[in-house]
């Protein structure tokens, strides 16, 4: 009785935490028909695409505030955004409004990221629906599907307008009869959205100008101290992901906000701050190329001697014969 006693008290802890387990990990929805199901609305009319209108719908406001992965491609429109940037005394950002993006297999939706507000419009795309289309492909290059909830983009009075017009076309041909040329006018229209987004980003990466120099030039810092605390000889080569976590940013929005100021990406930065680094310990010591290499955070000599090659036309070696050549 004894083991019995204790088997089922252990099975009912192993219980709670199955329990608890399930309720951590993120719900995931394979098709659009899930997705609607769980916010209680009708089936979709199309089974790739899907424009939920729904601004003050509190099913979807609950679903959204758990955290969930998409197999589709997601653009939410919100009448209220969180993280508007200020600086000094005033604020950078509009009050009209937002768009988030979010990826396929991104996990999304968690109670902080929802700040409380319902999306005013939700565009879900499966990656099939642009089968055969150029934008399959393209829409991978929109850096902004990878951001995260404090990156998204505020819109102006002007700019909302603009991006309503388009939700609004694309619902109006959703729920037209369609006909052969329906999925060609809404990829056009959803590229078009895609193409404005782009162009509103570079807008706020302009007027978000002064907070991100200083982020520039917190990087540099971030840079100049992992080379002279040597954290490369634990660590290796400092990357993309590692610069964008001390900065509180997605890597994507760091390397497009990097491009808008000095048009060289994150990864380029790094590289640029590498290839500086090897020419002054080429300069100022007597180091071999491949004890500069174990320096840097290289794992192979010749990897370094690659890198420095692609990078000046010449050799370590040949550098610093060069160097010193310029001096004598």
Request: aromatic share 12%; charged share 25%.
């Amino acid at each position: 009785m004894k083991f019995n006693n204790t088997g089922t008290k252990e099975h009912r802890n192993s219980g709670k935490l199955d329990m608890k387990k399930e309720e951590q990990s993120p719900i995931r929805f394979e098709s659009l028909s899930d997705a609607h199901r769980a916010m209680g609305f009708p089936q979709p009319k199309h089974p790739l695409i899907s424009l939920i209108n729904s601004p003050h719908n509190d099913v979807q406001l609950n679903m959204m505030r758990k955290s969930h992965v998409l197999s589709f491609y997601k653009i939410s429109y919100k009448p209220k955004l969180s993280g508007k940037i200020k600086y000094g005394q005033g604020y950078y950002d509009f009050d009209e409004g937002g768009l988030l993006f979010a990826s396929p297999n991104q996990v999304i939706g968690s109670e902080e990221e929802s700040g409380g507000v319902c999306s005013e419009y939700t565009l879900v795309i499966h990656p099939d629906f642009f089968w055969n289309f150029p934008l399959a492909k393209k829409i991978r290059q929109y850096g902004f599907f990878s951001y995260s909830t404090n990156e998204a983009l505020h819109l102006s009075e002007d700019e909302k307008a603009t991006i309503m017009s388009i939700f609004e076309m694309i619902a109006m041909e959703l729920n037209s009869r369609i006909d052969d040329f329906s999925q060609d006018v809404v990829v056009a229209q959803i590229e078009l959205l895609l193409n404005y987004a782009n162009r509103f980003y570079k807008r706020q990466f302009l007027t978000r100008k002064v907070v991100n120099n200083d982020l520039l030039q917190k990087l540099e810092d971030l840079l100049e101290d992992y080379f002279n605390q040597e954290k490369t000889l634990t660590s290796g080569l400092p990357s993309v992901s590692y610069l964008a976590d001390q900065l509180n940013l997605s890597s994507s929005y760091l390397s497009d906000m990097l491009r808008s100021l000095t048009g060289l990406n994150a990864q380029q930065h790094i590289h640029e701050k590498l290839t500086l680094k090897a020419k002054e310990i080429l300069s100022t010591t007597s180091l071999s190329a491949s004890e500069i290499a174990y320096k840097l955070g290289f794992e192979h000599p010749q990897s370094f001697t690659r890198f420095f090659k692609s990078k000046t036309s010449l050799s370590p070696l040949e550098f610093r014969q060069t160097f010193k050549q310029s001096i004598a």
